[in-house]
Each structure stands twice: as C-alpha cells, then as structure tokens.
C-alpha cells in the first residue's frame, strides 16, 4: 500500500524568504504521479503543482519547484518569495497508474510571517 | 475559472439520522470523489464514481455510505444512521478524466457534525 509522510508538522517563513517543505512516500509502482495541494483557511484544496514520476525533470509553477527525487521517494516543494497568501495547510499527495483515488500526508501548516 | 459547489458548508445532525452531502462538480469532468478529513487527520479516500457506477472504494467506505448522481450536475454522498465518529470535513473532487494523473479539483468541502 502506498503511503505518504509528511514530516513537519509546522513550519514558518519570513515573507520574501525560500522555504522548503518535506514529503517522502513508499510505493512499489515505477510509474506513478506526485501532487502538492494547499489549503489556505477559506478551505478549498487548491492544486499547487504536479509531477510525473517518469518524468526526471523537476516540475515548476512560477514561485513553486519541486525536488523529485525518485529513488529516495521524496518529493520536495520549495517556495520562494514567500508571500503572506501562502499561509496555508500543504498537503503532498500521491496517485498510482492504475487507481485513481489520492493518498495524502498528514499536512504541513505553513507560516508566513511579515 | 470553473469550481466544484458543495453544499451545506456545515451540516449538523443528530446520531442515527441520515444526512446527504451535495456537490456540483465541474461540468465537463467525468471521474468524480469523495473524500474525508477528520479533524486533525490527514484527507482519506472514500469512493470514486464514473459512468453512473462506483470505480473504487476504500474500507472507509461500508454499507452506511451510498453515492448517486441524480441528474447531470448534482453527485451525492449519502450516510446513513451517521454515527459519532463520522463527525469531519467532506470534500468532493472532480477531474476530467480518470488515471494519468489527472488532476483532482476540491470544492470547499462541507463539515459534518454528529450530535
């Protein structure tokens, strides 16, 4: 079974700073695809960003990359310039090939402060 | 851009009675979900659905949860004689097709109560 472990609990970051948020998983699928939702306080999950496990360049979407790193299962996301409106629950998700349903972590509660 | 609706935000209701969760998926997606969080808790899967059937279900989805899509918008998530510990957030998510890593887009979710 797939699992995904996100690793801290908590984390802050001075606005304008780089911060970068853990996320490891455990799979036997070679090809497989990687998620990163936010989820500010208004509630929605919001998709940050996607990685395709067969792909070995690292995925990026304006201020936020990732740092895919396949054969130690981590999967890393890294936001720069950090903003006041990233305050947010992170959640790093995985999906299988095959099954479509969504295995997430436990969540990162990101902090940023002024 | 084009959002997933759920309604209630907050639904309150008395142990053993029955409640049904409401969501609009995005309109031209066929693959749609329902997960939960229970507070404090990391977001879990409940049931996929596509083409009027059930795809995948996990363990957390027994006998006293049902899914429906009753007409072209609206997808349901029925819980019958809810119990204490179904207290959490739903979330319903919809994506434009299944596998491939499509992504998966949330509504704002609904959060359940159990008196």
């Known amino acids: 079974a797939q699992t995904v472990t996100q690793s801290q609990p908590e984390m802050s970051v001075q606005e304008a700073e780089t911060v970068t948020l853990s996320c490891t998983y455990d799979?036997?699928?070679?090809?497989?695809?990687l998620f990163w939702y936010k989820q500010p306080p208004s509630r929605q999950m919001i998709l940050v960003i996607r990685?395709?496990?067969?792909?070995?360049q690292n995925a990026t979407e304006n201020r936020f990359s990732v740092n895919f790193q396949k054969a130690a299962k981590s999967f890393s996301l890294k936001i720069s310039d950090s903003q006041l409106g990233d305050t947010a629950m992170y959640f790093c998700a995985f999906m299988g090939s095959i099954n479509n349903d969504m295995r997430f972590g436990a969540g990162t509660r990101l902090t940023v402060k002024p | 851009e084009p959002e997933v609706t759920q309604t209630p935000s907050h639904q309150v209701t008395q142990m053993g009675q029955e409640v049904i969760l409401r969501c609009v998926p995005i309109?031209?997606?066929?693959?749609f979900y329902w997960y939960r969080q229970i507070l404090g808790q990391k977001v879990e899967f409940l049931v996929s659905?596509?083409?009027?059937?059930?795809?995948?279900k996990s363990e957390i989805f027994d006998d006293q949860f049902s899914v429906e899509r009753p007409d072209g918008s609206n997808f349901t998530l029925k819980i019958r004689s809810t119990k204490l510990e179904d207290s959490a957030m739903y979330f319903c998510?919809?994506?434009?097709?299944?596998?491939?890593?499509?992504?998966?887009?949330f509504g704002d979710g609904t959060r359940l109560s159990i008196l």
């Open positions: 799979t036997s699928e070679s090809n497989y695809y």
């Open positions: 998510a919809s994506s434009a097709s299944g596998g491939s890593g499509q992504p998966q887009h």
């Open positions: 659905f596509y083409n009027n059937e059930i795809s995948e």
């Open positions: 990685q395709e496990a067969y792909k070995q």
């Open positions: 309109s031209n997606h066929l693959y």
